[in-house]
């Protein structure tokens, strides 16, 4: 089976395995199309309950050709099963270049312009680089704000930046798609005048090093005559702390104690001078069902009722499938996060306390891939918390685990005190 096919099929494999009903049905359309003999249709459904018959028949469809793939996809249509079982297989036999967009029972997913390694990035510099409702009282850089502003000084760099980004771990599962973070959250950060700080030498840390080129960003004499610092972390966490690539159960990296090494009395040459810092890692393990605004509860997002097979499935079954299906992924492994209490602190967090983080193993985090392209379109007109409103809604509205069942929800611990705005703004 060609590549796409199987992924897609390695995709849909969990809740077709789960979820339908007409297996009987299936079979004899599978069997009048030559991609399964008697013998073979028989022993799948002696299988003592309707899930064991549905998984005996696709570990049978998956080690077949792509005519196995189209036809079982057929199968599903002449059978009548749900709409949101078919869905989940795109006809690649006549739309070859079709990728689908569209969730569960029309949930929505990860869509295109979202997906990708970027690059290169262009300010927005039109009119629709405001969100909507913004006021326009910060028309330009030459108009007294209603509010104070963070002052930039765009003859130099606007500051240092660092980007940790944690992939392979000594005891858990690579975090596949934080290269592409990576490399966007550079690219932003560039387009916004920052230096990266030890560009090259900041991915796969272990412990020691990780804490180590932490102390020596926030020690660096640098911050002196730059305007601002912005700290990037990918990896994995669990709530108050972050994974090296060489942490087990104790040697982890506290986020108390990273934000102590940028308050006052700690890193002067930040004193007044906004702090950013942007974490994508779990903070638990819990995942977030969301509150469906597209009127399905669960007897409506399952075949139709009757049946006693069908069961509800568990945090961990989906867990399970979705590691398994490698697409989907969360960046977890709870405790309380204590936040630095100085001033000019932003700390934005790809989730809430206690909940994991999704990650597309081929393009990248939910967050930072919301963040890329908000940053992107209104940094010109709006302001660092606005944006982040922004990305807010975005990652709730736009994205869905790839079994269409979790969402998540970014937060953001903000003790700015006066308004922030990325370069561009100061260059109109």
Not at 63 to 76: E, H, Q
Request: with cysteine; proline share 4%; aromatic share 10%.
């Amino acid at each position: 089976m060609e590549p796409r096919r199987a992924n897609a099929f390695r995709t849909a494999r969990f809740q077709l395995s789960q979820k339908l009903q007409s297996t009987q049905s299936v079979c004899d359309y599978l069997i009048a199309c030559g991609e399964l003999s008697d013998v073979q249709a028989d022993d799948i459904m002696s299988k003592p309950t309707r899930s064991a018959q549905n998984s005996a028949l696709c570990s049978h469809i998956s080690t077949r050709g792509n005519s196995a793939y189209d036809n079982f996809r057929l199968a599903l249509e002449e059978t009548n099963a749900p709409d949101f079982l078919r869905q989940l297989l795109p006809d690649f036999k006549n739309a070859p270049q079709q990728t689908s967009a569209s969730g569960i029972n029309g949930r929505p997913t990860l869509t295109d312009d979202l997906l990708r390694r970027i690059d290169t990035i262009i300010i927005n510099d039109s009119p629709d680089s405001r969100l909507a409702g913004a006021s326009r009282v910060v028309a330009d850089c030459t108009r007294d704000s209603a509010l104070p502003i963070y002052p930039i000084d765009i003859a130099k760099k606007t500051g240092l930046a660092l980007i940790i980004n944690n992939v392979d771990f000594a005891f858990m599962a690579p975090r596949k798609g934080s290269d592409v973070d990576h490399h966007n959250m550079a690219l932003l950060l560039e387009k916004f005048n920052f230096e990266i700080f030890e560009k090259d030498n900041t991915r796969n840390l272990r412990e020691a090093d990780m804490k180590d080129v932490i102390e020596r960003f926030a020690q660096q004499r640098d911050h002196q005559k730059y305007s601002c610092s912005v700290v990037v972390i990918l990896t994995h966490g669990k709530d108050g702390f972050l994974y090296a690539t060489d942490s087990h159960r104790d040697n982890l990296v506290s986020v108390e104690w990273m934000l102590r090494l940028f308050q006052g009395d700690k890193c002067p040459n930040l004193n007044g001078k906004p702090k950013l810092f942007f974490l994508q890692a779990c903070r638990g393990e819990k995942m977030d069902k969301g509150a469906d605004k597209y009127g399905f509860d669960a007897a409506d997002s399952a075949v139709a009722s009757g049946s006693g097979d069908v069961k509800e499935e568990s945090e961990d079954d989906i867990m399970k499938a979705m590691l398994e299906q490698n697409y989907d992924e969360v960046d977890a492994i709870a405790r309380g996060d204590v936040i630095a209490s100085q001033s000019d602190f932003f700390v934005a967090y790809a989730t809430v306390p206690g909940y994991v983080s999704w990650r597309n193993s081929l393009n990248g985090s939910w967050f930072v891939q919301a963040m890329v392209q908000v940053f992107s379109k209104y940094s010109k007109n709006e302001d660092l918390v606005a944006m982040m409103t922004e990305v807010n809604r975005l990652v709730q509205e736009k994205f869905s685990s790839s079994s269409g069942n979790y969402k998540m929800t970014p937060t953001q611990t903000n003790q700015l005190t006066k308004k922030f705005y990325f370069p561009p703004y100061h260059h109109r």
